[in-house]
């Protein structure tokens, strides 16, 4: 008798395949790594460019609400409030080579909506990017399904999304969905910093406590917040896909599992 339904497994190339090794270690993991070849998309509040600790990034895209749906205006935009530029100066840190991209889905007050974060998720999955940034989250239940496929179909293209978890103590989404890399702040300095939770939902810590980031108009602040923590883990992630293309996302869970503090 023949099974109601089969399935047809592929095997990988050469160029997509990778081999965890038996003893995971940082220096296999990220050692002089910088995440060159590694796409990076960063969805904020847009990129100051011309802050010497970000420097040029290679595109993105502006998304507006007009009448509740998504205006999508491709090319050169500001940082309307210099929360994007510090996410993109964490990262640059780790990875400096990576090749960013401006996904600017909020506005002059750090807010936004459900149709333009959507909006800017598709395109920068649709623009093929290795990695995602999100220093965001909701807590509102009506877009969890649209999220939802979304955290799905980026996890099934290798594309990794990191998240970070509300600043007050919530469910937030996608921070919460399992495909997704969920990241806390935690106290400490240092570009390596990289802490691991037993009891998730929120999986990662990373410094993000009174920490000096990069801000629009080419200066630094002092900021405390999980965005940061995100931004730090995003470079981390970008920094081990440089050395390792074609790591699936569950392989880099296991990989900052194994070298976490």
């Known amino acids: ?8 497994f592929d095997r990988p190339s050469a160029a997509t395949a990778v081999r965890l090794p038996g003893e995971i270690t940082r220096d296999w993991a990220w050692g002089a790594g910088t995440g060159a070849g590694v796409k990076v998309a960063v969805v904020d509040s847009g990129i100051d460019t011309t802050h010497p600790a970000v420097g040029p990034i290679e595109g993105g895209v502006a998304v507006d609400v007009v009448d509740g749906k998504a205006v999508l205006r491709g090319g050169d935009h500001e940082d309307l409030f210099g929360h994007g530029t510090a996410c993109a100066g964490i ?11 401006s996904v600017r889905v909020l506005s002059t007050t750090l807010s936004g909506t459900g149709v333009a974060l959507l909006a800017g998720l598709r395109w920068a999955l649709d623009h093929g990017v290795g990695v995602i940034n999100l220093s965001l989250s909701t807590k509102r239940r009506e ?4 999220l939802h496929e979304i955290a799905d179909r980026a996890y099934f293209r290798n594309t990794v ?3 970070a978890v509300n600043n007050v103590p919530a469910v937030s989404y996608p921070a919460e969905f399992a495909s997704v890399l969920s990241v806390a702040a935690c106290e400490g300095n240092g570009p390596f910093v990289l802490r691991y939770n037993p009891s998730p939902p929120v999986e990662f810590g990373a410094p993000g406590i009174a920490v000096e980031v990069p801000w629009a108009g080419g200066g630094t602040v002092t900021a405390t917040g999980n965005s940061f923590a995100a931004a730090h883990v995003t470079g981390l992630v970008a920094r081990v896909l440089g050395k390792h293309p074609g790591m699936t996302p569950f392989q880099l869970k296991t990989i900052l599992h194994a070298v976490a503090d």
């Open 143 to 146: 877009h969890f399904a649209a």
């Open 91 to 101: 990262i640059r840190r780790a990875a400096p080579e990576a090749s960013l991209y």
């Open 161 to 163: 999304l990191i998240a």
């Open 1 to 8: 008798m023949k099974p109601a339904w089969s399935w047809q």
